[in-house]
């Protein structure tokens, strides 16, 4: 029985844009997940995402009443979706103040849509591949991670451009290619854009963001969530936050969205780059040496095995261990997450320190903890 509007074809970030003028935003996609995947993502009119709790009342509620055949109310159709969102972005982000020439992976996603358009309007030389929006994904996987980036990273090199964009299918994550059609980490590029939102400000990032946040940001306040968008758009509510952010490449900015928008950081990150040298910016950063890794098994073996490591890292010489989410133990210049996988049947682990020799030693030990925890 409920009001439906149906806005087409459109990025995670433009629906989510779209139903601040209803109670939700009903989103079907996988993100960046493989073309055999679907899911359905669920937003406030805010653009943050169902909590748990909202999605467990859903799953409470799926095998209720439906609504007679009389009281079925039609579908309606609206196509300015994507024109409202290019137009929001630009009334919230300056002009870049020199010429820029962009590169844009859109995926084959639904941000062929919008990002290009939006960064000519605002006034670049716009380079656009796989447009076409295909469900199959022909070009590449849809997650915009260094192995599906290569085709991003010679059409920088070969058309000489100052910067690269790659999307995931649906919008909400981005990554940045320089001029040498080299990747800059997510995590420096975190840094960066939580500094030029607000550098004293409060930011909200998951558990396995790097401590090099902390260094390069000394006056900020940060706050560690659970990994999860929804999760750092309920910290940010908490907390009246500036930005926040997770190292896969989204990026939530309270004053425009609790939703993460890739395409509104596309704009952001343009007028960055007109504005300052973001690469000497990026080697300013401290640098620490970071590790991220799974390991394939069972629920049930993850399970057990979660018990046994968290037993063993409690031997551990530490300063901090955090349960947020998984377990991580901090120690001297050097810190290690272990959590199962919310979507996989996989353990996580990330690892960092300020020498790589140490951060490669701990990987290994913690990896040989896990192997006999889930044997």
């Known amino acids: 029985g409920a009001e439906i509007t149906d806005i087409g074809i459109a990025s995670t970030p433009t629906l989510a844009h779209s139903a601040r003028r209803y109670d939700m935003g009903i989103m079907v996609t996988a993100s960046h997940n493989p073309a055999r995947y679907n899911g359905i993502k669920l937003f406030n009119p805010d653009g943050s995402g169902f909590s748990i709790k909202q999605s467990e009342e859903i799953e409470r509620n799926m095998e209720g009443k439906v609504a007679p055949w009389d009281k079925i109310k039609e579908v309606r159709s609206h196509r300015m979706a994507i024109s409202e969102h290019v137009n929001s972005i630009l009334k919230a982000v300056p002009m870049p103040e020199k010429d820029i020439k962009v590169v844009v992976d859109c995926c084959n996603g639904s941000t062929g849509m919008i990002t290009p358009y939006l960064l000519e309007e605002m006034g670049c030389n716009v380079v656009a591949l ?78 396995n963001t790097s401590l090099s946040l902390n260094s390069y940001l000394p006056n900020a306040e940060i706050f560690r969530t659970r990994v999860g968008d929804i999760f750092i758009s309920e910290k940010l509510k908490e907390i009246e936050g500036d930005f926040g952010g997770e190292p896969s490449g989204t990026y939530v900015f309270p004053s425009f969205s609790y939703c993460p928008d890739g395409i509104y950081a596309a704009a952001k990150i343009v007028t960055m780059w ?14 620490y040496h970071m590790i991220r890794s799974s390991i394939l098994s069972t629920k049930e073996k993850i399970a057990d095995g979660m018990e046994k490591v968290e037993e063993e890292l409690n031997t551990f010489e530490y300063d901090k261990i955090s349960r947020v989410d998984g377990i991580r133990v901090d120690m001297e210049d050097a810190w290690v997450l272990v959590r199962p996988s919310g979507t996989e049947p996989k353990i996580r682990v990330t690892v960092e320190a300020k020498k790589e020799e140490d951060a490669k030693n701990l990987h290994d030990d913690v990896i040989k903890l896990i192997k006999k925890g889930i044997k």
């Open 130 to 207: 796989n447009a076409q929006p295909d469900g199959r994904f022909p070009a590449h996987e849809p997650e915009p991670v260094e192995e599906n980036l290569n085709q991003l990273k010679n059409a920088v090199k070969a058309s000489n451009a100052d910067i690269g964009i790659a999307h995931d299918c649906d919008g909400d994550r981005i990554v940045i290619v320089d001029k040498k059609g080299e990747l800059i980490p997510n995590d420096k590029m975190l840094a960066v854009l939580a500094k030029y939102t607000n550098e004293r400000g409060k930011i909200a990032v998951p558990v």
């Open 274 to 287: 007109g504005e300052f040298d973001i690469e000497k910016e990026i080697e300013s950063i401290p640098r």
